[in-house]
């Protein structure tokens, strides 16, 4: 074996030690509770951030108007009558729902980054 295989071995097991470390220290477990359009969400995430996009996305999914309306008139086509998917999946996965889905978090998300969605999250520390 050559250097370069000592080489690209060795950055292997390193990277494999690296991941291991990663695995293995402690996460976040964090909380979101938020209040959008008037509805109370919560939801939770590995970190502050993922927790906060969780409970916009929940509000969207659950409660926001628009995404409600375009659900409706997927589920009056003949496409979304013969559907077996759930109004989530649906929501989630069809092109026009899932554009004005993501459209919507992204309003979301963007007023509780500047303050104007009142939210709390709390993160507590958990070892794996």
Known sequence: MGARGVAKRGG??????????????????????????????????????????MACGAYCIEHD??????YEAWRATPVGRSSAKSREEAMRTEVPMHLVQ???ALRCTSELVSGRVPAATTCKRTSR
């Open 102 to 104: 993501q459209r919507c």
């Open 12 to 53: 292997t097991v390193v990277g494999f030690i690296a991941l291991v470390v990663a695995c293995r220290a402690p996460a976040d477990n964090c909380t979101t509770t938020l209040t959008y359009g008037g509805k109370v969400v919560r939801a939770t995430g590995r970190s502050r951030p993922l927790a906060e996009s």
């Open 65 to 70: 108007p628009d995404l409600r309306a375009s």
